[in-house]
């Protein structure tokens, strides 16, 4: 990562997530945002290049939690599993059995239901607190065990 030629402490990096990253850094050495990035922990055979690419943001994100702890930034990542919201209303909405495509959803979680929003966003809450400030370059799963088993 490079630091932005005018301030001290802003990061400036060049693509995709990377730069996601770097604008939330930027941000919170302003004083702006609390941000996070967010991937998957497990390979799919039919979508190997989606899973290299999540596998390649979990290393960056680790990467830059080791480069922000000198600007006293901690960089986290959330890998939820199926949350109940849109990207699951598009999955469902097709199969004309709503109902049974959720329930389908839910029994192949070990805790036996999908996620909430608030699930994720206590995650996030916790990772953006005093609480966890000893905590970066960490991988929270909060995904029902999915990511478990």
């Known amino acids: 990562m490079q630091r932005a030629g005018r301030g001290q402490g802003k990061v400036a990096i060049v693509t995709g997530a990377a730069m996601g990253i770097g604008k939330a850094c930027a941000r919170l ?4 945002v609390r941000e996070t990035r967010r991937c998957e922990r497990s390979g799919q055979a039919d979508a190997a290049a989606y899973c290299a690419s ?3 943001i979990r290393l960056l994100a680790k990467s830059a939690a080791l480069h922000g702890i000198q600007y006293g930034v901690r960089v986290n990542s959330i890998h939820p599993g199926y949350i109940e919201a849109m990207m699951v209303q598009r999955y469902v909405a ?3 059995n709503e109902r049974s495509a959720r329930e389908a959803l839910a029994h192949l979680r070990p805790l036996g239901h999908l996620g909430e929003p608030d699930d994720i966003a206590r995650g996030v809450l ?3 607190s005093d609480e966890s400030k000893f905590v970066t370059g960490a991988e929270l799963a909060i995904a029902g065990a999915y990511t478990s088993s």
């Not at 050495?29 to 702006?32: F, P, V």
């Open 126 to 128: 916790y990772l953006a």
């Open 94 to 96: 097709p199969t004309g």
């Open 54 to 56: 999540k596998g390649a």
């Open 29 to 32: 050495l302003e004083g702006d």
